[in-house]
């Protein structure tokens, strides 16, 4: 069984940065991919980003694309995503779940595990 808490969330200004963490519990996630994604009030979740295994690969939704980035420490076993540049559409909770695979996805159906989520509002 694998728990995925996320923290980091909260109430900023337009413009302002934040870093999400994700940290995993039960077992290692040192093996499989990781992502992230957000549902706004009224809206489908959708993907933000993800990262393989090792960290070598990423890809972003085109909405964050230059402003966020998902990284991870895997002997932590934790996975951030620092967002820059925060606009008022970003605000919504944000959810990492993982595929429990080595590749990544950013496909919601192929999440195995998923956190809690946290808010993240921006205000204009």
């Known amino acids: 069984q694998v728990q995925l808490v996320e923290s980091g969330g909260g109430l900023v200004q337009a413009g302002d940065s934040l870093r999400l963490s994700c940290a995993a519990s039960?077992?290692?996630?040192?093996?499989?991919?990781m992502g992230w994604f957000r549902q706004a009030p009224g809206k489908e979740r959708d993907f933000v980003a993800a990262?393989?295994?090792?960290?070598?690969?990423?890809y972003y939704a085109d909405s964050v694309k230059g402003r966020f980035t998902i990284s991870r420490v895997n002997a932590k076993n934790t996975v951030y995503l620092q967002m820059n540049s925060l606009k008022p559409e970003d605000t919504a909770v944000y959810y990492c779940?993982?595929?429990?695979?080595?590749?990544?996805?950013?496909?919601?159906?192929?999440?195995?595990?998923w956190g809690q989520g946290t808010q993240v509002t921006v205000s204009s």
């Open positions: 779940a993982t595929p429990f695979r080595s590749t990544l996805s950013t496909v919601e159906k192929d999440m195995k595990y």
């Open positions: 039960g077992r290692s996630l040192s093996s499989y991919a």
């Open positions: 990262i393989n295994w090792r960290g070598a690969m990423t």
